[in-house]
């Protein structure tokens, strides 16, 4: 992208300029990669703290994802009343708040005050995203604008890389090495004086976070954004009224469609990259201990070239329409899960990494052509693609429970498993033909 190409991406027709803007709101998709990576791992951390079932410390993703699923609307419907500015501002304040939150819940040592600061940091999350991606397809001219997203979202696994950088190494790797079943012998004091020793270390890094997130919004609010243009007064701001009209828009109706089996796919791919690489080295003579921090070292580098692949598909886009890489990239997924389904061993693992650099570019791009056609109903339809994330939370329960029958069809299950990503890119493949061909 040469230097003039680079910034006439965040002009308009009539010579408005985005790219200050434009910085600061990429922050924030760092922001929240951040707290979606530093956060995946809390499930075991919680679990070991507690005392609890795995099954309790799973509450920390439906908390989570609730976050995200509960605010979508709420968010768009603010945005709509008053602008992106103040959602993104909103979504900053209750970011830091809850990431705030983690030193009273530290007091109380129970876990359930985790849980709240947990769903209010994901209220603000999902402001943040239902305000920041449509407001950077605004940001210039229709023709660039999902090549604009998808530079925007570039910067989110760099976020997510700092995120799992900092609970591996200054969460799990600083908290106290006993085991679940040794902490289960302790009395009632030694085990309270550990926990607290624990909880001080498990809140530091959301109390840095949330100074930060602080800054940013002194900056955001002294930041002076151009105007949108003026809505236009023929359309229809009743909430119904818009809902019918996103209904009955084919492309983005299977955007959301498309999305949710998208972000499935994601989460299964990197949730159960470990289960998949601690079974294969394990029956390669591994300890399980060496086989799960292997696989871990795996699944920074999928990251890696998640973030790698994401810039080269915004540079690609120069080149082919969206609609078609997507189709493409979801061809490249679908042949590594495969491989990764039938060859298993090592070649398997390392095709289930390579996975991740086909993935880069389709949350982006399925939001851009989704909504990329629905004009003023931007704010609402953006409520409809994060509330899709759900996706996150649904799919990857339903590979668990195939890793859990621990052999199908005389094949491992874990192996059988990766058949539920492998149908979700069947889906994001459909729906880059279908749009190719509309949009043509």
């Given at each position: 992208?040469?230097?003039?190409?680079?910034?006439?991406?965040?002009?308009?027709?009539?010579?408005?300029?985005?790219?200050?803007?434009?910085?600061?709101?990429?922050?924030?998709?760092?922001?929240?990669?951040?707290?979606?990576?530093?956060?995946?791992?809390?499930v075991?951390?919680?679990?070991?703290?507690f005392?609890?079932?795995?099954?309790?410390?799973?509450?920390?993703?439906?908390?989570?994802?609730?976050?995200?699923?509960?605010?979508?609307?709420?968010?768009?419907?603010?945005?709509?009343?008053?602008?992106?500015?103040?959602?993104?501002l909103?979504?900053?304040?209750?970011?830091?708040?809850?990431?705030?939150?983690?030193?009273?819940?530290s007091?109380?040592?129970?876990y359930?005050?985790?849980?709240l600061?947990?769903?209010?940091?994901?209220?603000?999350?999902?402001?943040?995203?239902?305000?920041?991606?449509?407001?950077?397809?605004?940001?210039?001219?229709?023709q660039?604008?999902?090549?604009?997203?998808?530079?925007?979202?570039?910067?989110?696994?760099i976020?997510?890389?700092?995120?799992?950088?900092v609970?591996?190494?200054?969460?799990?790797?600083?908290?106290?090495?006993?085991?679940?079943?040794?902490?289960?012998?302790?009395?009632?004091?030694?085990?309270?004086?550990?926990?607290?020793?624990?909880?001080?270390?498990?809140?530091?890094?959301?109390v840095?976070?949330g100074?930060?997130?602080?800054?940013?919004?002194?900056?955001?609010?002294?930041?002076?954004?151009?105007?949108?243009?003026?809505?236009?007064?023929?359309v229809?701001?009743?909430?119904?009224?818009?809902?019918?009209?996103?209904?009955?828009?084919?492309?983005?109706?299977?955007?959301?469609?498309?999305?949710?089996?998208?972000?499935?796919?994601?989460?299964?791919?990197?949730?159960?990259?470990?289960?998949?690489?601690?079974?294969?080295?394990?029956q390669?003579?591994m300890?399980?201990?060496?086989?799960?921090?292997?696989?871990?070292?795996?699944?920074?580098?999928?990251?890696?070239?998640?973030?790698?692949?994401?810039?080269?598909g915004?540079?690609?886009?120069?080149?082919?329409?969206p609609?078609?890489?997507?189709?493409?990239f979801?061809?490249?997924?679908?042949?590594?899960?495969?491989v990764?389904?039938?060859?298993?061993?090592?070649?398997?693992?390392?095709?289930?990494?390579?996975?991740?650099?086909?993935?880069?570019?389709?949350?982006p791009?399925?939001?851009?052509?989704?909504?990329?056609?629905?004009?003023?109903?931007?704010?609402?339809?953006?409520?409809?693609?994060?509330?899709?994330?759900?996706?996150?939370?649904?799919?990857?329960?339903?590979?668990?429970?195939?890793?859990?029958?621990?052999?199908?069809?005389?094949?491992?299950?874990?192996?059988?498993?990766?058949?539920?990503?492998?149908?979700?890119?069947?889906?994001?493949?459909?729906?880059?033909?279908?749009?190719?061909?509309?949009?043509?």
């Amino acid at each position: 992208m040469d230097k003039k190409e680079s910034t006439s991406i965040f002009k308009t027709k009539d010579g408005v300029n985005y790219l200050l803007p434009f910085i600061v709101v990429t922050l924030c998709f760092a922001l929240w990669g951040f707290a979606n990576d530093i956060t995946n791992p809390m499930v075991k951390s919680f679990s070991k703290i507690f005392r609890m079932s795995v099954t309790d410390g799973a509450l920390v993703q439906v908390a989570f994802y609730g976050g995200y699923f509960a605010m979508a609307f709420p968010a768009a419907m603010f945005i709509r009343k008053f602008s992106y500015k103040k959602g993104i501002l909103l979504g900053l304040g209750l970011y830091a708040f809850g990431a705030l939150m983690f030193i009273p819940a530290s007091a109380t040592g129970n876990y359930y005050p985790f849980l709240l600061a947990y769903f209010i940091l994901t209220c603000g999350l999902s402001f943040l995203e239902t305000s920041a991606n449509p407001f950077v397809l605004s940001m210039g001219e229709q023709q660039t604008a999902t090549r604009r997203l998808n530079f925007a979202q570039a910067f989110n696994p760099i976020g997510s890389l700092a995120g799992m950088f900092v609970a591996m190494n200054f969460i799990q790797a600083k908290l106290n090495p006993m085991s679940s079943a040794e902490r289960a012998t302790l009395n009632d004091t030694d085990f309270e004086a550990l926990k607290q020793a624990d909880l001080s270390v498990l809140i530091k890094p959301y109390v840095a976070i949330g100074i930060v997130l602080v800054v940013v919004f002194i900056v955001m609010l002294l930041m002076k954004i151009p105007q949108r243009q003026v809505q236009d007064s023929t359309v229809s701001r009743n909430l119904g009224a818009t809902l019918k009209r996103l209904l009955n828009n084919k492309i983005y109706r299977e955007g959301v469609l498309t999305q949710f089996f998208y972000v499935g796919a994601q989460i299964t791919c990197w949730t159960f990259i470990i289960q998949y690489g601690t079974h294969v080295f394990m029956q390669e003579g591994m300890t399980e201990q060496a086989a799960e921090v292997y696989s871990q070292r795996l699944n920074i580098i999928a990251m890696v070239l998640f973030c790698c692949s994401r810039f080269i598909g915004t540079y690609l886009m120069k080149y082919f329409k969206p609609a078609r890489l997507l189709s493409i990239f979801a061809t490249g997924g679908f042949l590594l899960l495969l491989v990764t389904i039938f060859a298993g061993g090592r070649i398997g693992v390392y095709s289930l990494v390579g996975v991740s650099a086909f993935m880069s570019l389709m949350f982006p791009t399925i939001y851009g052509l989704a909504l990329g056609n629905v004009g003023q109903d931007a704010e609402v339809g953006s409520a409809g693609l994060i509330m899709a994330i759900l996706g996150g939370s649904v799919l990857p329960a339903l590979q668990a429970m195939i890793i859990d029958k621990k052999e199908v069809f005389s094949m491992p299950a874990v192996n059988v498993s990766f058949i539920v990503p492998l149908i979700c890119f069947c889906v994001v493949f459909i729906y880059g033909l279908r749009s190719y061909k509309a949009l043509k």
